[in-house]
């Protein structure tokens, strides 16, 4: 059995923002997208679960790091714009 591959109309590519050069298909399990115009794919599951991801593929943010917590000492305040009108 061959698979379908459809182009997805006014899709833009997010790699190489090129218009209606995305399409798509799908297996049982999950569904792809691919740019004919830059070689860019991706896929997700048909389930809506999310894949698994390693520790090694997350990217290392201050909530998945591991240490003692950094707080600032004290209030700064901040003007954005000076006042023209009197209260």
Known sequence: MS??????A???CPRCAKQDTL?????????????????FND????????????PADELPTRVNQSGPA?????VQI????ESTTKH
């Open 43 to 54: 896929s997700m599951r048909l389930d809506g679960q999310p894949d698994e991801v390693s």
């Open 78 to 81: 901040l003007r954005l714009f």
């Open 3 to 8: 698979t379908i591959k459809r182009f997805i």
């Open 23 to 39: 399409r798509m298909y799908r297996d049982e399990e999950r569904e792809y997208r691919e740019c004919v115009a830059c070689d």
């Open 10 to 12: 006014g899709a833009v």
């Open 70 to 74: 950094v707080r600032e000492e004290g």
